[in-house]
C-alpha cells in the first residue's frame, strides 16, 4: 500500500521517523515534504500536497503531522475526496478507517511519544472500512454534499 507524509516543522522529525519506519515495514512511501527542517514553514502548503496525491491514488492513505494534528487536519479536509481524522489514540485512528473510511489521519507530534505516535499510525493504516450499511450510508451524505453543496434535508 503506498503512504503519503506531510508535515510541518513540528512534525518534521516524526515525520522522518515514520518514512523510515514504515518503508521498513513493506509500505510504499512518499514523503511529500518538507524535505529538510525550516521553523517557519506553513502546514497547509504539504497538507494539501499530501491530501490531493491521496485523492488521486485510489487505495492508499495518508498521514499528516503538526504539533497538534488540529491544523493539519483542517487543510487536508479542504480537498475535495479527503475524509481526514484527528487521531489521538489507538482507538480512534482504527474507528476512522472502521466507520468513516478516512483516508489522511492527522496526529500531533507534540501530544504522543514517538512510540505512541506509531502505534496511532500502525492501527490507522492496518484497520480496514468496516463497509457496514450505515457507515457508507453516511459517507456517501457528505460525499454528496461536497459534490452538489446541497445541504441534506433534516428529519
Known sequence: MRVYLGSDHAGFELK?????????????VVDVGPHAFDPDDDYPTFCLHTGIRVV????SLAVVIGGSGNGEQIAANKVTGVRAALAWNVDTARLAREHNDANVVAIGARQHTLDEATNIV????????SGGDRHARRIAQVAAYERSGELPALS
Not at 522522518?16 to 510504499?28: C, R, T
Not at 488521486?56 to 487505495?59: F, I
Open 122 to 129: 500502525e492501527a490507522f493504516l492496518t484497520a480496514p472500512f
Open 16 to 28: 522522518v521517523h515514520l518514512v523510515n519506519h514504515l518503508a521498513k515495514q513493506g509500505y510504499d
Open 56 to 59: 488521486a491514488d485510489a487505495g
